[in-house]
């Protein structure tokens, strides 16, 4: 018997919701398994800990969670606190604390699932945006001095070979080992023409290593325009913290939209330290507490975490209840054109599960 620590952070908005579909699922899961258990702990950590204590988490933070096996994360994010606030006083010390530098983001159009580009079927639209997590532009290097009109800011992005080469080298593996054809780059190294030049630069020493690979370079402005002119010519993108959690919103919003898109950050290399899951979407506070958000981005985020656990076949067993459900399109949420709840949609894809 495999019995996992999970530290759940529901964290703000909808991320209760739709945190608690996905450990519905995990339960379910455990259920029919027989093989496996989870031992989740939950912390209330999030925007609501800030508004009374004047912090996202507690200073031990890392500390806490470095005992857990992984965290599954719902949704940071509160209009009473400025977004970089949240960001930087939760999900952005997690990851570099633990240097957490690989972000996986996988979008599929599945089956029962329409685009908002028309002509794709099922399968058509296929890619996983990796990002590197704990360099680039949300290195926090800068400051603001002087007020009102005399305000200066200065915001530095940093860029390491060691960053750049770890992460490139991880999407070529993560290709390799998942029988994908192609590696895209993602920069933009015409108007920055130092730390996107050398990751250019280490982006073909690396691709040379990789005959077998097909490679390309693209600036992020036409990364863009082909993501929705031709998603078909993507298969796994690499590129830096921000360009990556652009194309990660992009892809997402051809392919279903944020309801449907999971994401994960961990160390490769490192497994002593927990990886973090959650889903793509924000906190979406129009919605919360309402049981109108899809929780299967939160259900997908469980598969990743089940995989970085070691766990296929459990992933398997998840991802094809996911994939009949959509298939199915009986029980879906408004964002996909349906009218069923949060709690709906998870009680079905349980429901499959135990095979019901």
Not at 141 to 159: C, E, K, M, N, T
Not at 166 to 177: N, V
């Amino acid at each position: 018997m495999n019995i996992y620590k999970i530290a759940v952070i529901p964290g703000d908005g909808i991320g209760n919701e739709v945190v608690a579909e996905g450990i519905k699922c995990l339960n379910a899961l455990a259920d029919v398994h027989g093989g496996l258990q989870f031992d989740f702990k939950f912390f209330r950590w999030g925007s609501d800990r800030h508004v009374s204590y004047g912090a996202m988490m507690p200073k031990d933070g890392l500390t806490t969670l470095k005992d857990f096996q992984a965290i599954y994360l719902g949704a940071v994010g509160d209009p009473r606190l400025p977004d970089d606030v949240t960001l930087h006083g939760l999900l952005l010390p997690i990851k570099m604390g633990f240097d957490l530098y690989t972000g996986l983001r996988p979008v599929r159009l599945h089956d029962g699932v329409s685009s908002v580009l028309s002509g794709m079927n099922p399968g058509d639209i296929d890619i996983v945006v990796v990002r590197e997590n704990t360099e680039g532009e949300y290195s926090n290097v800068g400051g603001i001095v002087g007020y009102q009109d005399h305000a200066l800011a200065v915001q530095s992005s940093i860029f390491s070979r060691h960053g750049i080469e770890r992460i490139i080298r991880y999407a070529f593996e993560y290709a390799k080992s998942h029988g994908r054809k192609k590696v895209t780059s993602i920069t933009k190294s015409n108007a920055q023409r130092y730390g996107m030049v050398l990751w250019d630069t280490i982006f073909r020493e690396i691709a040379a290593e990789y005959p077998d690979l097909q490679n390309e370079s693209k600036l992020i402005d036409a990364a863009c325009m082909d993501a929705v002119r031709n998603p078909k010519g993507y298969d796994v993108i690499v590129a830096s913290n921000l360009f990556a959690d652009i194309l990660s919103d992009l892809t997402a919003g051809i392919t279903g939209g944020m309801g449907l898109a999971p994401g994960g950050s961990f160390n490769p290399l490192d497994k002593s330290v927990p990886g973090l899951f959650d889903p793509v979407h924000g906190s979406a506070p129009d919605i919360a507490g309402k049981g109108l958000a899809n929780p299967i981005a939160a259900i997908l985020t469980a598969t990743m975490m089940l995989d970085f656990l070691g766990e296929a076949e459990a992933v398997q067993k998840i991802t094809d209840a996911v994939k009949r459900h959509l298939a199915e399109r009986r029980i879906r949420t408004r964002d996909l054109g349906g009218s069923a709840g949060t709690q709906d949609v998870g009680d079905d894809i349980a429901r499959i599960i135990y095979g019901k």
